[in-house]
């Protein structure tokens, strides 16, 4: 996730403990943190091979750490090479001209979006077909997120920077509408290197102005009913996508994250809308009166298509919902479904997974004759994990379906959600989110008149119900050799000695540049284990602290964190399904003064394979779950990025010869002033690594191969 203003998002006022009820610890001594610098050398970039073969599962970690840096370029291990091919404004068409990166390029519907994000492999043969094992083309398809802004315009796509303040010029919000949303792009090697490929047919963009139909419970729900559609059953456009998946029947599922930012409400939208509950539900989503967007996009005006900016203004205007666009927000905030191998097929909204701040969705290893099971986290401070029960049943034909987002139909419009509350001992418990339990049917803290009101008003079922707040759950992965589930959860500025407890239970301070950083500075990365994946209840230990590697062993490094391993933030996280290596990706602001955003491999055990730990602040006292110490065995950095990039997306080849990461926002931090004076760039990456035209930085898509053409991680 990027854009720490909308990161920061914290509208979870409800009285829900910390965590369970019977423990009311609070931690009052914290430890104070010094971070130490770290100089990492180069890695040339260049072409890169590939090979065939299958992959066997990797049991030691084959190459030597990476160390902390602050350059401006990507740093992989010695006898690894690192390559761009695939940048914000490539062209997806054979008549779309090279991008200038100027700020004067235009028909972004025709080119790779921006901020690049989660990312899936799926396989093509020889012949252009579906593949599972053919390694050497494929389609990648992957999120872009959102945009480098710094007030308001998107500055890097403008010739000038772009327009500061209201009303926005249309045209440039045009552009912007077209780099956010989703994009599939067809990759080949020649057996030297790999390249997209712009002329193919199976290259598509998905923007916010795509057509979409809504699926699942909330289809024809009156709160969801626009101008745009009076019947409540197509929308326009996915946006702020996050995290992804790839489902067991072969399709692409995108996460629909902070996209409450984009919305505008008017002061006095509250009084307008009378006794509408959804106020309750705007602010309870982030959305208050009078609230500035993002970007400005419902200032915009142009004859002939006005709904284009219209739509972002989310205040009741008209005489009824059908006349104006105040249930547009409710929208968004879903699963997307799309089949990256048919671009005919529409997008789909699942909203029978819920509506949040969706990082990603990860599902359980399917069997057949029971449940798909998905998870997913709300990435937003304390928020919730969640969990999807399909009420079909697995059938292993589904695995290759004559119609892939048919099955989606079967197996992700019907079902229970649920949502965690964790355990002092340990345990935990998934609480049903439905009409069926009594605690939301007959709720007196927010009114549900059905399903659809569930899955449109998530967050306030699961406040309803009491689920464990925690900080901010983003990418969810599952382990392949043992089916256990694994959620990061990055940090959290508002976690205090207050409100501790045993499954986020560090408050402490950490020192940036002599500047003091307060709550769960550096995140951490929980661990469930069921005995099936549809039980209602489950086992959990945390995985991993994230910490500084100097950081107090007893307080704060609980994980034994070294040169080699030590991160903060802990973001996107992806097993390889050919190798079981599970790597770790970061989104970090607090440990930038020694090291830019990372990469590591980690070979992770089980839970229950470390102790408890007892945190003791004054009088109180904290009991939490924490898996053994890492090694530079078990945890490793593989990978450092350029300056201000976020390392977000990880996927694979089915030989795991080559993986492909996405590098988000480098020189975020540029000033908006400067766009024009490349002297005062954070980052002239990838530029500066030989890859296409003008300096202004890129999110990119790189591939990494090993020299001797062997296994990643090996």
Not at 8 to 36: C, K, W
Not at 236 to 253: A, E, V
Request: aromatic fraction near 8%; hydrophobic fraction near 35%; include cysteine.
């Amino acid at each position: 996730m990027t854009h720490a203003q909308f990161n920061n998002e914290d509208s979870n006022a409800s009285h829900n403990p910390a965590f369970d009820s019977v423990l009311q610890a609070r931690l009052s001594r914290r430890g104070l943190l010094r971070g130490t610098a770290a100089l990492g050398g180069a890695a040339a970039l260049g072409g890169c091979a590939t090979a065939s073969g299958p992959a066997s599962p990797v049991h030691a970690l084959g190459f030597t750490a990476v160390a902390k840096t602050t350059a401006d370029q990507v740093t992989v291990p010695v006898g690894y090479t690192a390559r761009v091919i695939y940048a914000l404004g490539d062209p997806l068409t054979a008549s779309t001209p090279a991008y200038r990166n100027d700020g004067n390029d235009a028909d972004f519907g025709n080119r790779a979006g921006d901020h690049h994000d989660g990312i899936e492999w799926f396989g093509l043969d020889a012949t252009g077909q579906p593949s599972d094992s053919f390694a050497s083309r494929g389609l990648l398809a992957m999120n872009h997120e959102a945009t480098t802004d710094e007030k308001l315009s998107s500055f890097f796509i403008h010739a000038n920077g772009g327009t500061s303040t209201l009303p926005r010029p249309a045209a440039e919000i045009d552009k912007e509408l077209m780099i956010h949303g989703l994009s599939v792009v067809e990759v080949q090697s020649d057996g030297k290197a790999w390249a997209t490929k712009p002329g193919s047919a199976f290259n598509r963009r998905v923007t916010t102005m795509t057509p979409v139909t809504i699926h699942g419970p909330a289809r024809g729900s009156e709160h969801l009913v626009t101008k745009y559609s009076p019947d409540g059953t197509q929308a326009r456009g996915t946006l702020n996508n996050c995290g992804t998946g790839r489902t067991p029947w072969g399709t692409f599922i995108s996460g629909e994250e902070n996209w409450f930012g984009y919305f505008f409400r008017d002061a006095k939208d509250d009084d307008a809308r009378k006794k509408d509950k959804q106020v309750q539900a705007l602010n309870r989503y982030g959305r208050r009166a009078g609230a500035a967007s993002r970007h400005g996009w419902e200032t915009g005006n142009s004859s002939g298509n006005a709904d284009t900016y219209a739509r972002w203004n989310n205040s009741a205007v008209g005489a009824s919902a059908k006349d104006d666009f105040r249930n547009e927000m409710n929208t968004f905030g879903y699963i997307v479904e799309i089949d990256p191998y048919d671009k005919t097929t529409a997008l789909r909204k699942r909203t029978a997974l819920g509506r949040m701040g969706h990082e990603n969705a990860t599902f359980a290893r399917v069997s057949a004759g029971r449940p798909v099971v998905a998870y997913m986290g709300d990435d937003a401070r304390g928020e919730y994990i969640y969990k999807f029960v399909s009420a079909a049943r697995w059938d292993p034909a589904d695995a290759r379906p004559a119609n892939r987002l048919a099955a989606g139909d079967k197996y992700l419009d019907k079902g229970t959600l649920f949502v965690a509350r964790f355990k002092e001992d340990g345990t935990g418990e998934w609480l049903e989110l439905s009409m069926n339990n009594p605690v939301i049917a007959n709720s007196s803290y927010f009114e549900f008149k059905g399903e659809a009101d569930v899955v449109i008003f998530t967050r306030l079922a699961a406040d309803a119900v009491g689920a464990t707040r925690m900080d901010r759950p983003e990418w969810g992965g599952v382990n392949p050799r043992n089916g256990e589930v694994y959620i990061t959860l990055t940090n959290n500025s508002a976690r205090t000695a207050a409100n501790v407890d045993s499954a986020n239970p560090r408050s402490y301070t950490d020192l940036k540049a002599g500047k003091e950083q307060k709550g769960n500075v550096h995140g951490h990365i929980v661990r469930l284990a069921e005995k099936s994946p549809a039980d209602a209840a489950f086992q959990w230990d945390i995985y991993l602290f994230a910490s500084e590697a100097d950081a107090d062993k007893a307080s704060v490094n609980l994980s034994n964190l070294t040169d080699d391993n030590d991160l903060s933030s802990p973001d996107g996280l992806v097993f390889s399904k050919a190798t079981g290596v599970c790597w770790i990706q970061t989104d970090d602001s607090a440990y930038t003064d020694n090291t830019n955003c990372m990469l590591l491999a980690a070979l992770p055990g089980q839970r229950g394979d470390g102790t408890s730990k007892t945190l003791a602040y004054g009088d109180r006292q904290v009991i939490t779950h924490v898996g053994k110490p890492q090694t530079p065995a078990t945890l490793k950095r593989f990978l450092v990025g350029p300056k201000g990039a976020e390392i977000t997306g990880i996927t694979e080849t089915p030989d795991g010869r080559a993986i492909f990461v996405n590098i988000q926002h480098a020189g975020e931090n540029t000033k908006m002033v400067d766009v024009n004076d490349v002297t005062k760039f954070e980052s002239q990456w990838p530029s500066n690594a030989g890859y296409g035209a003008g300096k202004r930085p890129r999110s990119a898509t790189i591939v990494i191969t090993k020299n001797d053409g062997g296994v990643i991680g090996t």
